[in-house]
């Protein structure tokens, strides 16, 4: 009878179990494996050691679309986190038809990727673009947002004639327009965790404070912003990791990660290497350099929330 209940937990989660390995595990222990391989598409290859990652280091849209990468996680992260909280805040002041309010943050979210990025390419066409309308009733001239090239920061300078090297220059135009709606798509779900997180403040704390006389701006960085950091570390947590694994939008809203390279992500490369050019032992090396620094950066994030915790 013992044994029977020491047993029956494990039966329970042996499907998800099954799953865990077959569909995650196998496939990553695969991929490292074919990593040393010429691998080709119909299973078959040469062991060749070391020699893939020998030619990504000398592999310049390597590094480029990893630059990229850096870029687009560089802004989305704390665009994501500091427009959540906003947004949180917000609702959380709101006394009636609140429910409403978190339904319509929260459906980007649950909309199809696809369908969304159909929609903002169309957004951001450069001659009937629903962008370009909006920022030219405050005079700003019609941009090409998914077909230039120039950095940002370069193109914000360019009167000023300060020049960039090529990566200072900022993420390209095109990137910029992918940021945004990276931005957008993820917002209502941090928003509605970042919303949870705030509901768990007891009142009491901001009741003392405003019988101290404490203002909003001062009860916001000293009770709600240190109260809600756990929530913070894992929106951090989350947002890296899924930023990192970007690419639908570039697949559907740019012309294979064009213009020059500039919105070419390491997972869109990864793609293009294995399935495009079927260089399978490279793209599984690429892979697991993604995954060596996504590993690195989560464990980094979480030694982080335990010393401001402490």
């Keep these: 009878m013992k044994t029977k209940r020491k047993i029956s937990?494990?039966?329970?989660?042996?499907?998800?179990?099954?799953?865990?390995?077959?569909?995650?595990?196998?496939?990553?222990?695969?991929?490292?494996?074919?990593?040393?391989?010429?691998?080709s598409i119909t299973g078959t290859g040469k062991f060749i050691g070391l020699l893939n990652y020998a030619n990504m280091l000398k592999d310049s849209v390597f590094w480029q679309s990893m630059g990229n990468t850096f870029w687009l996680v560089i802004f989305v992260v704390p665009l994501s986190i500091i427009f959540s909280l906003l947004f949180a805040v917000l609702l959380?002041?709101?006394?009636?038809?609140?429910?409403?309010?978190?339904?319509?943050?929260?459906?980007?979210?649950?909309?199809?990727?696809?369908?969304?990025?159909?929609?903002?390419?169309?957004?951001?066409?450069?001659?009937?673009?629903?962008?370009?309308?909006?920022?030219?009733?405050?005079?700003?001239?019609p941009q090409k947002w998914l077909s230039e090239s120039r950095g940002i920061f370069e193109m914000l300078f360019a009167r000023a004639g300060t020049s960039f090297p090529r990566f200072l220059g900022g993420p390209s135009q095109a990137l910029f327009a992918i940021i945004i709606m990276t931005v957008w798509k993820g917002l209502g779900y941090n928003?509605?965790?970042?919303?949870?997180?705030?509901?768990?403040?007891?009142k009491v704390y901001y009741e003392a404070a405003e019988i101290d006389g404490a203002s909003k701006i001062k009860q916001f960085f000293k009770i709600t912003l240190p109260l809600v950091s756990p929530t913070t570390f894992y929106v951090l947590i989350m947002t890296t990791i899924v930023t990192f694994q970007t690419f639908s939008q570039v697949y559907l809203m740019t012309d294979k990660g064009g213009p020059l390279n500039t919105t070419k992500l390491i997972v869109y490369y990864i793609y293009e290497k294995g399935f495009d050019t079927l260089e399978m032992g490279y793209a599984s090396a690429v892979a697991l350099v993604l995954f060596i620094i996504i590993l690195a950066l989560t464990i980094y994030q979480r030694r982080l929330e335990k010393y401001v915790n402490y």
Excluded: C
């Design 92 to 141: 959380n002041n709101i006394k009636a038809v609140k429910g409403l309010f978190r339904t319509i943050y929260f459906m980007p979210y649950v909309t199809s990727l696809v369908a969304v990025s159909i929609v903002w390419k169309l957004m951001f066409n450069e001659q009937t673009g629903l962008i370009n309308t909006l920022i030219g009733y405050i005079g700003i001239s």
């Design 191 to 202: 928003t509605i965790i970042y919303l949870s997180g705030l509901q768990n403040i007891s």
């Design 9 to 39: 937990p494990y039966l329970y989660i042996l499907p998800a179990l099954f799953l865990l390995v077959a569909f995650r595990l196998i496939p990553i222990i695969m991929s490292f494996v074919i990593s040393f391989f010429d691998w």
